[in-house]
């Protein structure tokens, strides 16, 4: 009977991991549609933090996970900050100043991202791979500069808040090889996130919400961070990392095809090659570092 479950869930991986890109492929629409809706991209950021944060302290409590204490307790919160409230922040405020489609491309460069900072603080080599990789992430970020798109604003703001959102989705791997082992991520979730939306309450103006509003920030909450989560962790179970990071990899073409039919973003020639060059980079991380093939959560 064990056999068969395993054999069941080691079947089921593929399209776990496909669930969870196609989840996180809704992040930029979610938060288009609230922004749209008059609520601001901090608050949008704000409200997922807290929902998904509530989300994740419910499993926690029932799975009944110990939660980080003492000094653990001081680096989640830490991590909550930059993690939770700068990368949330900066996701939404890319969406709202470039569009859905560019702030998915370039999430993508946090491998790169992961590749200079485990050279520079933990003595990663950076071979002749990574450093391809590397240049390539600057080549397409380059051809997305110039060649923008139909919807598309590739304005420096834009640019600055979508390698702001890689940078900081990069530090969740440094975070979880520390932390993934010792403790349960739904409990150093359940920390994170309300320290995350904490951070972000400072510089906020809460707007009414319209019943839409509301959809599209619970839509985030559930979908986007909380059950993406948990399908990504429990294909990953069964499946390598390197094989789930290209079937996560599917998440911007996800988020753009999306962004072309709903809001009528599209990418010109020019930046989707650029756009290849950054996801093709990623992949080339990946598989020559399966370990870091993708962070647990965006």
Same mark, same amino acid.
């Given at each position: 009977?064990?056999?068969?479950?395993?054999?069941?869930?080691?079947?089921?991986?593929?399209?776990?991991?496909?669930? @969870?890109?196609? #989840?996180?492929? &809704?992040?930029?629409?979610?938060? =288009?549609?609230?922004?749209?809706?008059?609520?601001?991209? &901090?608050?949008?950021?704000?409200?997922?933090?807290?929902?998904?944060?509530?989300?994740?302290?419910?499993?926690?409590?029932?799975?009944?996970?110990?939660?980080?204490?003492?000094?653990?307790?001081?680096?989640?919160?830490?991590?909550?900050?930059?993690?939770?409230?700068?990368?949330?922040?900066?996701?939404?405020?890319?969406?709202?100043?470039?569009?859905?489609?560019?702030?998915?491309?370039?999430?993508?460069?946090?491998?790169?991202?992961?590749?200079?900072?485990?050279?520079?603080?933990?003595?990663?080599?950076?071979?002749?791979?990574?450093?391809?990789?590397? %240049?390539?992430?600057?080549?397409?970020?380059?051809?997305?500069?110039?060649?923008?798109?139909?919807?598309?604003?590739?304005?420096?703001?834009?640019?600055?808040?979508?390698?702001?959102?890689?940078?900081?989705?990069?530090?969740?791997?440094?975070?979880? =090889?520390?932390?993934?082992?010792?403790?349960?991520?739904?409990?150093?979730?359940?920390? @994170?996130?309300?320290?995350?939306?904490? %951070?972000?309450?400072?510089?906020?103006?809460?707007?009414? =919400?319209?019943?839409?509003?509301?959809?599209?920030? %619970? %839509?985030?909450?559930?979908?986007?961070?909380?059950?993406?989560?948990?399908?990504?962790?429990?294909?990953?179970?069964?499946?390598?990392?390197?094989?789930?990071?290209?079937?996560?990899?599917?998440?911007?073409?996800?988020?753009?095809?999306? @962004? @072309?039919?709903?809001?009528?973003?599209?990418?010109?020639?020019?930046? #989707?090659?650029?756009?290849?060059?950054?996801?093709?980079?990623?992949?080339?991380?990946?598989?020559? =570092?399966?370990?870091?093939?993708?962070?647990?959560?965006?």
């Amino acid at each position: 009977m064990s056999g068969r479950r395993i054999h069941s869930g080691a079947s089921a991986a593929p399209l776990l991991i496909l669930t @969870a890109a196609v #989840l996180w492929g &809704l992040l930029g629409i979610l938060g =288009k549609q609230a922004q749209a809706a008059g609520v601001g991209p &901090l608050e949008v950021a704000f409200w997922r933090a807290v929902l998904g944060g509530g989300l994740f302290a419910l499993h926690a409590l029932l799975t009944r996970a110990a939660l980080p204490r003492g000094r653990d307790l001081l680096v989640t919160a830490a991590f909550g900050v930059v993690g939770v409230s700068v990368f949330y922040g900066a996701y939404q405020l890319a969406v709202r100043s470039g569009g859905a489609s560019l702030a998915s491309v370039l999430l993508y460069t946090a491998p790169a991202f992961v590749a200079l900072l485990g050279w520079l603080f933990l003595r990663d080599r950076l071979g002749r791979r990574e450093l391809l990789a590397v %240049g390539g992430t600057l080549a397409g970020i380059a051809l997305i500069s110039f060649g923008g798109g139909e919807g598309v604003q590739a304005s420096g703001a834009a640019l600055a808040w979508g390698l702001l959102s890689g940078f900081t989705y990069s530090l969740y791997y440094l975070y979880g =090889k520390a932390f993934f082992d010792r403790y349960s991520p739904s409990a150093l979730f359940a920390v @994170a996130l309300p320290v995350g939306a904490l %951070g972000l309450l400072p510089f906020l103006s809460f707007t009414p =919400k319209t019943g839409g509003a509301w959809l599209s920030l %619970g %839509g985030l909450a559930l979908l986007c961070t909380y059950l993406a989560y948990l399908a990504y962790s429990a294909g990953l179970k069964h499946l390598p990392a390197t094989r789930a990071s290209v079937i996560a990899s599917l998440e911007p073409v996800v988020a753009a095809g999306l @962004a @072309a039919l709903v809001f009528g973003e599209r990418l010109s020639p020019l930046a #989707l090659l650029g756009a290849a060059l950054v996801i093709g980079a990623a992949l080339t991380l990946s598989v020559q =570092k399966p370990q870091e093939a993708h962070p647990v959560i965006e």
